[in-house]
Every structure is written in structure tokens, then in C-alpha cells.
């Protein structure tokens, strides 16, 4: 159950510095807000709002913050249907004319598609950031307080707008567009490939160096539809495609292999997909590249792109899951206007 509560947090108190700009923080959880659970050894949840902003030094220096508490639960456990909540809580602060932007604290493991959701739905030109960690609170090494300094900085840096959503962590930042996690535990673990970082802090100083491209702004429907995502593999025969048809999937994303292509039994699967007018989108499991329409054969990315296809470019297959959610609760499951957004 979600919690959403609002509380002054550091550098809000009368005797705060004047000038100073007001940055509202919002926190959901994950490694950031987790300790070590000395019985079980594993990492919990465990870490409020107002403790984890007490634990930055110096922040005190850089703006006036508000800390909202909108969960605190691990990100594996986030879901579209949470991140449509955490995009209206965020954009009621943005809509304060005081308020500079938003931290987003979130856990590392779906904050790729977390940030990615909130950067289709939040228009404007404030900054958010999505920050968090790779080590949690009682680590020798916690990362949390360095990105969480790094994330308000950026916030406050004039250089930062026009970014749309970013994912900022030890010291870089990505668009959420682009970003992927590559390392299930280093603290390097954001990167986004062949388009680069979007920029670099370190001795709270922002360094740009590319422009957000390619950046889409959806509403957010009142119920999400349903769609499905299915990752094929060799010798894939097709059934969990038919199964998500037959589960009810408004649309679907099937991420092939190379340039976007399914074997002859996933292409079949495909056809009957389309046949009861479900929305396809064909991604890549490869990192780096497009999804072109190269192969001619049965299940090749031209003959899917024939039959009626969606091809997702050079976007991953979670988010251009996110992309069409958003895109079928807008023009309803009509794959020409769909088509315009990919």
C-alpha cells in the first residue's frame, strides 16, 4: 500500500540560507532507503525520508528541501500502475512555481523503466531526477548520500533543464530514454550506450555535454491497458505469445533477436496475435542498435514490419512496453497513430 506523506527536510528550517532554491524529494525506496537486517543478513527496508537527507552532508548548503514519502519498498516491486502514482505526486510539486525540481529516490533495479514511464508523463521543462544505490545504509561504502548531493545539485544547475527525466548516479547522468543498468552490483552500473551520458557532477559542478533527443509527452490514462512483454529465445515455439493473446494483452512487445527477428513459430504466433487486432512492437535483446526491417524470410524484421508490426528502433523492449501503454491508453489500439510514436 502506498504512503504518501510531506515533511520538511534539510535545509528547510527558518535559519536556512536565503535564496536558496526549493527542491522537493520524493521517496519511494530501494537500496538507498535499505540496511542490513543483522538476523537475516539481507538488505531492508529500513531508511525514512527525513534520515536518508540528514545523512548528506552539506546539503543543507545547496537548497531548501521538502521531502515527500510516496513508498518504501524494494523496485522490483514497482509496476506501472505505482509509477502512474509517483508521476502525479511528482508533477503536483513541479506545478509549485517555488519549486526548482524533484529528486526521485528509487530502487536501481527498475529505475530504467521508472524514470522512462515519468519522462513520457510529465511535461516541462523543471528538472526530475531519479537517483538511489548500489550499496545500502549500512555498507561500508554507501553510495546513497554522494548521488543524493550530486542529484539536488543538478536540480539547482540552470545547465540541467531540458533534460527531461534523467537517472543520475556516481556522477553521471542519462536520459531516461537511453539509460540501462549493465552491472548487477557495481556502483557504475547506469549507462546508455551508443548515445552517451548526458552530462557529468563532481565537485558540485553540472558538465553538459548532449541534449535529451527524441523525447515523447503522453497522458496519463485513467487504467492503464494490459501489454505484455515476451522475450524470445531459440527454439521459442510461440506459446507465450499466444498465451498473453489469449490472457487478454491489449498490445505486446516481442523482443527478438538481432536487427528484430522471431524464428517461423514465433512469427506464427505473431500473425494470430495480430489477427485478433492485438498491437505488436518488435524490439532487440541487443544493447546497441536499431530494429530495421533487413530480413525478407518467415519472422525476419521486414516481414513482420509487412504484417502489420510496430518496429521499436532503438528503444528497449521494457520501454517501449511503457511507450505503448501509454500510446494505446491515448489512440486506443490503432497502430497508425501508434506507429507515429517509435
Not at 535559519?15 to 532554491?21: H, K, W
Not at 513541479?94 to 511535461?123: C, I, K, N, Q, W
Not at 544547475?157 to 527525466?165: C, D, E, F, L, S
Not at 513459430?265 to 489477427?275: D, N, W
Request: aromatic fraction near 6%.
Amino acid at each position: 500500500m502506498l504512503c504518501v506523506a510531506v515533511a520538511p527536510g534539510v535545509g528547510a528550517a527558518a535559519d536556512a540560507p536565503a535564496g536558496l532554491p526549493t527542491v522537493v524529494v520524493v521517496t519511494t525506496g530501494g537500496t538507498i532507503a535499505e540496511k542490513t537486517d543483522p538476523t537475516t543478513g539481507g538488505a531492508v527496508p529500513a531508511v525514512s525520508g527525513a534520515d536518508l537527507l540528514a545523512a548528506v552532508p552539506g546539503l543543507a548548503a545547496v537548497a531548501k528541501i521538502e521531502v515527500v514519502t510516496y513508498s518504501n519498498i524494494d523496485s522490483s516491486q514497482m509496476s506501472p500502475e505505482r509509477w502512474a502514482g509517483l508521476s502525479r505526486a511528482v508533477g503536483q510539486a513541479l506545478a509549485r512555481p517555488e519549486v526548482a525540481g524533484v529528486v526521485v529516490t528509487h530502487g536501481t533495479d527498475t529505475m530504467a523503466e521508472g524514470s522512462y514511464f515519468l519522462d513520457l508523463t510529465l511535461p516541462g521543462d523543471k528538472p526530475v531526477v531519479f537517483t538511489g544505490a548500489m550499496n545500502d545504509a549500512s555498507s561500508p561504502f554507501p553510495d546513497g548520500p554522494g548521488n543524493l548531493f550530486n542529484a539536488v545539485t543538478q536540480v539547482c544547475a540552470p545547465q540541467a533543464k531540458n533534460w527531461g527525466v534523467t537517472v543520475t548516479l556516481n556522477g553521471y547522468v542519462n536520459a531516461a530514454r537511453t539509460v540501462r543498468k549493465t552491472q548487477t552490483t557495481n556502483v557504475q552500473t547506469f549507462e546508455s550506450g551508443e548515445e552517451g551520458y548526458l552530462g557529468y557532477i563532481t565537485g558540485g559542478k553540472v558538465t553538459r555535454f548532449n541534449d535529451a533527443d527524441n523525447r515523447k509527452s503522453l497522458p496519463l490514462p485513467e487504467t492503464l491497458p494490459k501489454v505484455a512483454f515476451v522475450s524470445t529465445f531459440a527454439g521459442d515455439d510461440g506459446s507465450l505469445v499466444r498465451h498473453a493473446v489469449d490472457d487478454g494483452a491489449t498490445g505486446l512487445v516481442v523482443e527478438g533477436v538481432g536487427a528484430g527477428n522471431v524464428n517461423e513459430a514465433v512469427y506464427g504466433a505473431i500473425t494470430y496475435a495480430l489477427s485478433k487486432g492485438v498491437v505488436t512492437v518488435i524490439s532487440t535483446r541487443v544493447p546497441n542498435g536499431a530494429v530495421e526491417p533487413i530480413y525478407g524470410d518467415a519472422g525476419g524484421g521486414l516481414t513482420l514490419q509487412n504484417h502489420g508490426c510496430i518496429l521499436a528502433g532503438d528503444l528497449d523492449g521494457q520501454k517501449a512496453r511503457l511507450l505503448l501503454m501509454l500510446g494505446i491508453g491515448k489512440f486506443g489500439p490503432d497502430a497508425a497513430k501508434l506507429k507515429t510514436l517509435f
